[in-house]
């Protein structure tokens, strides 16, 4: 066959179809990310307790705190509403719950806790992700600082207020440029007026971010810095009154990351500043000879963090050396992680050698579902001591124990409903929550076993349930025998009515129970009431602004969740969140 001839007239070069010049013309808005994170592969059954930033507020919740309330197997202690302190056990015990923000682990550096993080000191409005890992051992929180990734201005106010004299102001902008550079600022203030119940103080809370970030590296510096004041709180039976506290706490850092951001190798160093600044106020009703010290404290720590990681398919590593400058010592530690996560299930490994503790820390935990409708998870730890002086055993020392825990699930019309075990062994004595009574006596040691039942998953048409109930083999201190949080929720957008997006509603139900809870002192134990409390949250979306109404313990049941501390009555918060761009 005679191929065709060729054309005798070549083809012009295609015009330009726009005039503009190319200096001109904008670039890309989205701009490679700041910082290089692997986040855990968490392996619940159902639902994993993982939020993104916009998830975060959805959920209503104000503080650390009132998210820890949503994990079986935590108990949270509270002497009243936001400007109180806040802490939490993980399987009976205050060293268990471990926060790390932007990678950076913090510590208690405020000594009157008696080394336990103040939950209230976490700034969670400041984030854009939390993942929470609930392992045999430890309950771990991840945390990733909000970052912007658009070129365009973007702009977000909220405003909330209600009962108790609360009212709360948030502000944020940030913006990248067409070099890559970042610039982000923001801020919080709330305030709290009820001496009685919820306890008075305000926080200011301001965050900071500049940088620059490339397709292959990035590089920022951070800084949140944070005012906060609470006035003294009285027991109502005539117990030692809560000190009032002025406090400013700094966490700072300087990040520098390479490699790619989801796949492949990526290194990681970050050089970060940890500061507090604290003067307690004295109980003018007494006389000085009594008081504690109500000089002012200064500590500050320094982490020097490196990582690095590499992501092949569902395989992810990554390894992690901390090294901490604290009160004149260092602490090194070292700690790696592997996790694989495919549709048929998640198996994910963890081991650290942490020299602040003194221990080497060790858990594996897996999830499987060979059939849609059936699924298995669970986790095993081991934590062994590495030196018998423990310098640092009141810091949080959990030498030789071995913890476990497994549920069966099935998934019936929707939900998974499931059945489990919780197996956490206490060698030693834990903290005590001195914060609130200086005076409370450690927690004891021993072996503890709960079971537990849960109902969590999408039903139909836009309900959905997330219930939960553990059962304590004792109630031990610190510990209630009984605990159990249910909520109900429907959320539809009327995609139908609204094809662009531009209205959606969420409505939620919330009942609470904990059961009595001992509290132990050298002149007897102490036992509270068991507490129930129903709440209710709306939330209506109408283009980017957001309406919330929220209100807790709506019966207003009379409760403490520490002794002598009544909690507020019934909580009205209401609001409007509202971002937009340019």
């Known amino acids: 066959m005679v191929p065709p001839p060729a054309s005798e007239v070549p083809i012009p070069v295609k015009p330009k179809t726009d005039t503009t010049p190319d200096s001109l013309v904008k670039r890309d808005s989205i701009k490679a990310p700041i910082g290089r994170?692997?986040?855990?592969?968490?392996?619940?059954?159902?639902?994993?307790?993982?939020?993104?930033?916009?998830?975060?507020?959805?959920?209503?919740?104000?503080?650390?705190?009132?998210?820890?309330?949503?994990?079986?197997?935590?108990?949270?202690?509270?002497?009243g509403w936001l400007a109180t302190p806040q802490t939490a056990t993980f399987n009976g015990d205050f060293r268990r719950v471990r926060v790390f923000y932007d990678g950076i682990e913090l510590d208690a550096l405020d000594n009157t806790t008696g080394g336990l993080l103040d939950l209230s000191t976490v700034q969670i409005w400041t984030l854009e992700h939390l993942t929470i890992e609930r392992s045999a051992n430890e309950l771990r929180l991840y945390?990733?600082?909000?970052?912007?990734?658009?070129?365009?201005?973007?702009?977000?106010?909220?405003?909330?207020?209600?009962?108790?004299?609360?009212?709360?102001?948030?502000?944020?902008?940030?913006?990248?440029?067409?070099?890559?550079?970042?610039?982000?600022?923001?801020?919080?203030?709330?305030?709290?007026?009820?001496?009685?119940?919820?306890?008075?103080?305000?926080?200011?809370?301001?965050?900071?971010?500049?940088g620059i970030a490339r397709k292959r590296w990035s590089i920022d510096a951070f800084v949140n810095r944070t005012h906060a004041t609470r006035g003294i709180e009285r027991p109502a039976q005539g117990k030692p009154p809560i000190l009032g506290l002025d406090a400013t706490h700094t966490n700072a850092y300087l990040r520098a990351a390479v490699g790619g951001a989801d796949s492949g190798p990526w290194a990681q160093a970050t050089v970060a500043s940890l500061a507090f600044r604290g003067t307690t106020d004295p109980d003018r009703s007494v006389?000085?000879?009594?008081?504690?010290?109500?000089?002012?404290?200064?500590?500050?720590?320094?982490?020097?963090?490196?990582?690095?990681?590499?992501?092949?398919?569902?395989?992810?590593?990554?390894?992690?050396?901390?090294?901490?400058?604290?009160?004149?010592?260092?602490?090194?530690?070292?700690?790696?992680?592997?996790?694989?996560?495919?549709?048929?299930?998640?198996?994910?490994?963890?081991?650290?050698?942490?020299?602040?503790?003194?221990?080497?820390?060790?858990?594996?935990?897996?999830?499987?579902?060979?059939?849609?409708?059936?699924?298995?998870?669970?986790?095993?730890?081991?934590?062994?001591?590495?030196?018998?002086?423990?310098?640092?055993?009141?810091?949080?020392?959990?030498p030789n124990a071995t913890s476990a825990r497994g549920e069966v699930a099935l998934k019936i019309f929707g939900p998974w409903v499931s059945a489990g075990v919780i197996?956490?062994?206490?060698?030693?004595?834990?903290?005590?929550?001195?914060?609130?009574?200086?005076?409370?006596?450690?927690?004891?040691?021993?072996?503890?076993?709960?079971?537990?039942?849960?109902?969590?998953?999408?039903?139909?048409?836009?309900?959905?349930?997330?219930?939960?109930?553990?059962?304590?083999?004792?109630?031990r201190p610190y510990q209630p025998e009984y605990q159990s949080r249910s909520e109900i929720s429907f959320a539809n957008n009327f995609i139908k009515r609204f094809p662009r997006g531009d209205f959606e509603i969420r409505v939620?139900?919330?009942?609470?129970?904990?059961?009595?809870?001992?509290?132990?002192?050298?002149?007897?134990?102490?036992?509270?009431?068991?507490?129930?409390?129903?709440?209710?949250?709306?939330?209506?979306?109408?283009?980017?602004?957001?309406?919330?109404?929220?209100?807790?313990?709506?019966?207003?049941?009379?409760h403490e969740i520490i002794p002598g501390f009544e909690m507020p009555r019934v909580l009205a918060i209401y609001g409007v969140r509202w971002d937009f761009w340019n």
């Open 423 to 475: 197996s956490a062994d206490n060698r030693t004595e834990g903290l005590p929550p001195v914060v609130y009574d200086t005076l409370l006596l450690p927690i004891t040691a021993g072996r503890i076993t709960a079971r537990t039942a849960s109902i969590r998953g999408p039903i139909k048409g836009g309900f959905g349930i997330d219930a939960w109930v553990t059962r304590w083999d004792l109630a």
């Open 143 to 210: 945390m990733r600082t909000w970052r912007v990734d658009n070129t365009d201005p973007y702009t977000r106010v909220d405003v909330a207020t209600g009962n108790e004299d609360t009212n709360l102001y948030r502000g944020f902008y940030g913006k990248r440029f067409d070099n890559g550079g970042v610039l982000q600022v923001a801020g919080q203030q709330y305030g709290v007026a009820s001496p009685r119940f919820a306890g008075t103080g305000d926080a200011l809370s301001l965050l900071s971010r500049i």
């Open 508 to 558: 939620a139900g919330v009942f609470e129970y904990r059961g009595s809870t001992t509290f132990p002192l050298t002149a007897g134990d102490i036992r509270t009431m068991a507490a129930k409390t129903l709440s209710a949250q709306l939330e209506i979306r109408i283009l980017r602004a957001v309406l919330t109404y929220q209100q807790r313990n709506i019966l207003a049941y009379q």
């Open 287 to 398: 006389g000085a000879a009594t008081q504690i010290d109500t000089l002012e404290r200064r500590t500050s720590e320094t982490q020097y963090n490196l990582s690095a990681g590499y992501t092949l398919g569902p395989a992810r590593l990554e390894i992690q050396d901390r090294l901490r400058a604290l009160g004149g010592t260092t602490y090194n530690s070292v700690s790696g992680r592997l996790d694989l996560a495919t549709a048929f299930g998640v198996l994910s490994g963890f081991a650290e050698h942490d020299g602040f503790r003194q221990l080497t820390n060790a858990d594996v935990g897996i999830r499987l579902q060979p059939l849609s409708f059936i699924a298995v998870s669970g986790s095993i730890g081991r934590v062994t001591p590495s030196s018998q002086s423990f310098p640092n055993a009141g810091i949080g020392s959990l």
């Open 37 to 79: 994170f692997a986040d855990p592969a968490t392996y619940e059954i159902g639902p994993q307790y993982e939020w993104n930033r916009a998830q975060l507020f959805a959920t209503g919740a104000l503080s650390v705190a009132d998210l820890l309330d949503r994990i079986p197997g935590v108990t949270t202690f509270r002497s």
